[in-house]
């Protein structure tokens, strides 16, 4: 087993990769902004800085609901806010197309973890576009979760499939199967599960999340 500090360092790492070049970019926009005289450079400037802001906003929110405690919300979370952070995510690829099928008006804090790791999983597989179908519903005391990527070529280490079901060792989790790895533990912890499927041009991951005690209803 991992340990939780090993695994905490490991998604610190990935949300560090993750947030280095949008940062960078801000950096770099200032830099250029100082030096330059010209107002239609300047204003080119701005609209880049603006870019880099609202990515690193983007980013920002989905890691505090992804990865952190989700502070300043109850036992559930609205929907909203998970369909937001995915939107703004999915928005970064103009070839992607998304479509969304959640019903519910709030879902539990562990299913949402699993929900936004699982649609930036598929979001990532899509790297020639395609469409991203993502579904939630609570049934029978579980949350049930899908999220499908569907295109022309599906890119997609099963590696992170594995760490997914809970079927990798300890010296293959890093900082690209440490999310996966995190949300299989507490799919386990809670008692239930995940699963995947792939084919040349699809990726299905799935999740049934018992519903915390108290929350069933």
């Known amino acids: 087993m991992t340990s939780q500090t090993d695994l905490a360092a490991l998604l610190c790492s ?13 950096s770099n926009g200032l830099e250029l902004l ?6 239609e450079m300047r204003k ?4 880049l800085l603006e870019q880099s802001a609202k990515i690193s906003t983007d980013k920002l929110k989905f890691f505090r609901l992804a990865f952190g405690a989700a502070g300043g919300f109850g036992d559930a979370v609205p929907v ?3 369909q937001d952070v995915i939107a703004a995510l999915a928005a970064g690829n103009k070839r992607v197309e998304l479509n969304w099928a959640v019903s519910e008006s709030t879902l539990p804090k562990p299913a949402v973890k699993v929900l936004l790791n699982l649609s930036q999983i598929a979001l990532d597989a899509l790297v020639r576009g395609g469409s991203l179908d993502i579904g939630a519903e609570k049934r029978k005391g579980n949350v049930e979760i899908v999220a499908r990527a569907t295109g022309k070529k599906i890119a997609f280490d099963e590696v992170i499939g594995h ?3 809970g079927e990798i060792s300890p010296v293959e989790i890093t900082s690209r199967t440490a999310a996966a790895h995190m949300i299989a533990t507490l799919a386990e912890e809670m008692g239930g599960g995940l699963q995947y499927a792939l084919t040349e041009d699809a990726l299905v991951l799935g999740a049934v999340i018992p ?7």
């Open 14 to 26: 990935r949300l560090c990769h993750d947030m280095l070049s949008p940062v960078g970019a801000l």
């Open 34 to 39: 100082a030096d330059e005289q010209d107002p």
């Open 44 to 47: 080119r400037c701005v609209e």
């Open 80 to 82: 909203e806010e998970a």
């Open 163 to 165: 760490a997914l079901q």
């Open 211 to 217: 519903q915390p005690e108290g929350m069933i209803g």
